[in-house]
């Protein structure tokens, strides 16, 4: 393509999008092994499954493509009734109270574009996931940031942050990058001070990870608070990250406003057939919550006892600290261990790590022992 003339290039974008970070999700083990020239990487930085998924999710897709020619060629069901029914049951929730959307990232931005525009406002917690503030100020509203408090969200800051013009509210629980947990009675504190004209999204991506003794009856919460929004992923602990399904759940008004903004086939077919399938295999579910926590012990472990510190953690992910944590994380990255530095966060001496096999646990330490004090 020829460059054109310069000075137009771009000119119908509007200012406050150019002006976006822009998201950078953590490297591929390709990119990185053609970089370094490595014939094995781990990759440990987006946050996924290390078993992959449950194996009836390979067996219900090749079921799905053996219907021929047409299990491609025609549109998925844009409402996905099956995996919301099913969903429905398992949550205990009636089916109208679910939005399917691609990967809950999709929904989580959705919310910005139901509820926010110039002069309005969105509120989001320090160190909570990058992608919050984007989807406010993408809506030209303005981004209210609210200082964390030993890296987890402030509920008390949070409350005071909201102001008449606060539209949306995003939560996450787990957060990520920090793995911290918010209390269930500081989750409704937080949906207590909350008007009727401000929605909150509580982001539980990672909620499958959390002890179940912590967890807030957060579904329990959409009947008493009708601004809520519950953000859930198949791309974490059912390890469908590639496939994008996600879903809300929601009161009904809040779901037919989100089918009126979201693209029509926003859930493809084959998402929708393996998620009904990984929602089936709880067994596979349970299996990766017990592989999370034994990782969890052994990395915490090794750290203790090379004396580096690190954020209690309750998703499958740990923040490290470390003195040059962009240094540590280039010289994983040449000993083919991909890890996430937090500086795009602001937390300049940490890295993230996600909970691997206890194998790619051990070669991380080991990496990352080295990395500390290069030779
Ligand atoms: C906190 C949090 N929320 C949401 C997402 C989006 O995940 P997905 O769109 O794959 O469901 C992520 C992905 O990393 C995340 O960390």
């Known amino acids: ?112 574009a139901l509820t926010l525009h110039d002069g309005n406002e969105g509120v989001y917690s320090q160190y909570a996931f990058q992608a919050y503030p984007i989807s406010i100020r993408a809506r030209g509203a303005a981004a209210i940031q609210v200082a964390a408090r030993d890296f987890r969200h402030d509920p008390d800051a949070i409350c005071r942050a909201m102001t008449k013009s606060t539209r949306l509210v995003y939560l996450c629980n787990p957060n990520n990058p920090t793995g911290t947990v918010l209390r269930p009675e500081d989750i409704e504190r937080i949906l207590g001070a909350a008007g009727p004209h401000t929605l909150v999204v509580l982001d539980e991506a990672y909620i499958d990870y959390l ?67 990984a929602l089936a295999d709880q067994a596979f579910l349970q299996g990766t919550q017990a592989l999370n926590r034994a990782g969890i012990a052994q990395i915490t472990r090794s750290l203790q006892r090379h004396r580096i510190e690190w954020i209690p953690t309750h998703a499958n992910f740990i923040a490290i600290r470390l003195n040059d944590a962009a240094a540590v994380a280039e010289r994983l990255l040449q000993a083919g261990v991909v890890v996430r530095p937090l500086s795009a966060y602001e937390l300049h001496d940490f890295i993230r790590v996600t909970i691997g096999t206890e194998e790619e646990n051990e070669l991380f330490l080991r990496a990352l022992l080295q990395a500390v004090e290069p030779a």
């Open 211 to 277: 002890d179940p003794a912590l967890r807030p009856d957060s579904i329990g919460l959409v009947a008493r608070y009708p601004q809520l929004v519950i953000a859930r992923t198949f791309s974490k602990a059912y390890g469908l990250a590639s496939l994008r399904v996600g879903y809300g759940i929601m009161q009904p008004e809040i779901v037919d406003a989100i089918a009126r903004v979201r693209p029509t086939f926003s859930v493809n077919a084959l998402a929708q057939r393996a998620a009904l399938a």
């Open 1 to 112: 393509m020829n460059a054109l003339n310069r000075s137009s290039q771009g000119a119908a974008v509007q200012a406050h999008i150019r002006a976006l970070p822009l998201y950078v999700p953590g490297r591929s083990e390709q990119s990185v092994a053609r970089e370094y020239g490595l014939s094995r990487v781990i990759k440990l930085a987006s946050n996924e499954n290390p078993l992959g998924c449950s194996p009836e999710v390979g067996k219900a897709l090749a079921e799905h493509l053996a219907h021929g020619q047409t299990a491609l060629a025609r549109y998925p069901d844009s409402e996905a009734s099956e995996l919301r029914h099913a969903l429905s049951r398992h949550h205990g929730v009636p089916p109208e109270c679910i939005a399917m959307t691609n990967g809950s990232h999709e929904l989580i931005d959705l919310c910005a």
